[in-house]
């Protein structure tokens, strides 16, 4: 398919610019627009996403309560609604939408908000209608034959989950309307809302398929709720309508190749999906999966993608704008971040994975293989994490360039990469297999994305090289602190139960980011002397 060309930079490569780069220029907001601080912006984020993944962490061990079979099946239900909501809202919408929404004056914006709002609902219906029907079908790809999980548990819970696409659908509408204008208190809180609503719903209602089910629908309908007096406050809560609107054109363009990309990580997650519920490995494991993936996605979810979605507006702006000097200088400050703070987590959760899973076992008792499941598929994925947090920096620079065909060719390919290396490693590695797997991935990905971005507008590569040499050493050693501190204190306790999980956890980390802080304060990384000066005001 061919996909017309779209605004942005000169398919003509420039010859390659020196990069004087003004970080303080990059960071500011682009005139007559936003006044909010870039630093404030983000640190509103983060809040919001630290909020919603500790309550989602209490919302998983509340879950953890249910019998392993139930949990098994909702695991598996779940991700059907999922598949779909990021082919249709969160990530289609915030790298589709915003960009085009942000070179519109404010009567067009509202336009072509009700006209995206109105078609994606339309969608959704017809999908969900689908999906309702088509569960058998579907049930039958995720769950292998024979495997580890109740196929007609999984199948009811599946029917009963579908209605919370069009929920996290129009979620998303609200949110990437109140992000685009830099408005992100609302949007970032209102996922710790979803948390409350499933946590009060799954400690009051019975332990059965049906209630567990249900409870991720109350949350979805709160997440939804609570950003609309936001809307309304700001005049962006939209009217739906199918009238259409000549920018839509070019959000569907934009859409059109994500759906490659997001097609490929669907396919991979089916994939990991059926291999987790086959009979190479034990029951629980489906629920250690789920467990590994809550602790991942809150550290990533704070350490890189919060910075990212407070950067990415301002991307947006200096790509309208063509200012590519302060876009250039935007792209630096958002590697070196985003990489100073995924790598000494990264460490930790290699070093002191058994603690970080014991935070799901509220009881004494718990099963060995859903434990044992958790504790080394965190292991691999904490490998991944600064690879991907380079990935998920440069993708958002070509979204915001509107260059969304390179970015998603890039992405399709290193997800199907990613299927193959499952293939070859999880075999003999096992569990930690999956990881790894991706940490080549996301490695290989991050270098087609830095080649791509050097032809369009020079790339700061020496610079970016120079940081990770120094980061990535010191975030080891770190790492090797707390393992060190885990395994010779003489007052640590035994990964497993809860209690023990915030006790290791909290002396064994402490000790690996005490040594990760003195060591940039050592190197006088900017990040750190950055910060100490603000303090010191």
Known sequence: ?????????????????????????????????????LRVNTIIVMLGTLGSRLSGIVRQQIINLFDTSLTDAFNVASKVPN????????????????????TLDAAERRKLAQAFSGTLIAVNLILMALGILAAPLIVDILVAQGGNVDRGVALYMTQLVMPFLMLISLSAVAMGLLNADEHFKESSFAPVAFNIASIVALMLL?????????????????????????????????????????ALRRVLVQMAPFTLTAGARQFLNIYVTRLLTSSQFAAGTQTGYANAEALFTTVNGLFVVSPVLALFPRFSQHAADRDWAAFRGLTVQGLRTTTFLAAPMSALLVALAPYAVSLFNLSRTFEAAKFQAGAGILTGWALALVPWALVTVLLRTFYARERTREAVTVSAVGFVLEVILYRLLVPPLGLLGFGVSTMISGLLMTAALILMYRRALGFPLRELTLHLLRVVPLAALAGLAAWAASRFLPFMPTPGFIVSGVIGGAVAGGVGLAVYLAGALALRLPEVSGALRRLRR
Do not use: C
Request: net charge negative; glycine share 10%; proline share 16%.
């Open 206 to 246: 019975p332990r059965t398929a049906t209630w567990l089910a249900l409870g991720w629908l109350l949350g979805g309908v709160a997440q939804l709720v609570v950003q609309l007096p936001a809307l309304n406050r700001f005049g962006l809560l939209p009217t739906p309508s199918l009238a259409g609107h000549p």
């Open 83 to 102: 598949l779909l909501r990021e082919l249709l809202a969160e990530g289609a919408l915030v790298n589709s939408f915003i960009p085009v929404y942000k």
């Open 1 to 37: 398919m061919t996909v017309p060309p779209t605004p942005g930079p000169s398919t003509t490569p420039p010859e390659l610019p020196e990069l004087d780069i003004d970080f303080e220029a990059a960071a500011a907001p682009p005139a007559g627009g936003p006044k909010r601080s």
